[in-house]
């Protein structure tokens, strides 16, 4: 699939008949997604998905009703980055972005995360309101990573909504 094609058609996903997915899908998925570009090639970004009925369960139950509703029946990956690299130079901040640049990572790392998964015919939905307190806990995450986004991942039981893009001119500026 043409990458233009690509970006075309990866909506935001607000209803899932199931999750279908396998280890195989995820290995491929994540294998792609570790070649997003990173601050000195730290690759900061850890996964941690809930594939499991038990799993699934449980980050459901992290998530506000509207989301539970969107994300019903799919598979979770709740994503983080490890604080404290990613412009940082020996221990100290680079810059007065410190771990945002872990953030900026990490979001690289989706984008291929993403679009990987549209390529193989999964839909997903990015989630940033969850309970971190208790996602840490179920899945061990250690304290040195920022916990960001829950991303649901399944096949869809519905179209997204087309929604309007702002025109390039809009977000750029050319001197």
Not at 114 to 125: I, M, N, R, V, Y
Not at 140 to 157: N, Q, T, W
């Amino acid at each position: 699939m043409e990458f233009e094609q690509l970006v075309k058609i990866r909506r935001s996903i607000r209803g899932y008949r199931e999750a279908g997915i396998s280890d195989a899908d995820l290995r491929e998925i994540f294998s792609c997604a570790r070649m997003a570009p990173s601050w000195k090639n730290s690759q900061t970004g850890r996964y941690y998905v809930a594939l499991s009925e038990e799993a699934i369960k449980e980050v459901y139950d992290c998530l506000p009703d509207f989301n539970q509703k969107s994300s019903a029946n799919a598979a979770y990956i709740v994503a983080t980055f490890k604080k404290g690299i990613s412009g940082f130079s020996n221990g100290m901040p680079t810059d007065l972005s410190g771990d945002i640049w872990g953030g900026y990572d990490l979001g690289l790392q989706n984008a291929y995360l993403l679009f990987k998964a549209s390529e193989l015919g999964f839909d997903t939905l990015i989630m940033g309101l969850r309970d971190e307190d208790r996602l840490r806990k179920y899945f061990s995450i250690p304290e040195d990573e920022i916990i960001l986004p829950v991303i649901a991942i399944g096949k869809r039981s519905k179209d997204a909504v087309e929604r309007v893009r702002k025109e390039a001119d809009e977000i750029m500026t050319i001197r």
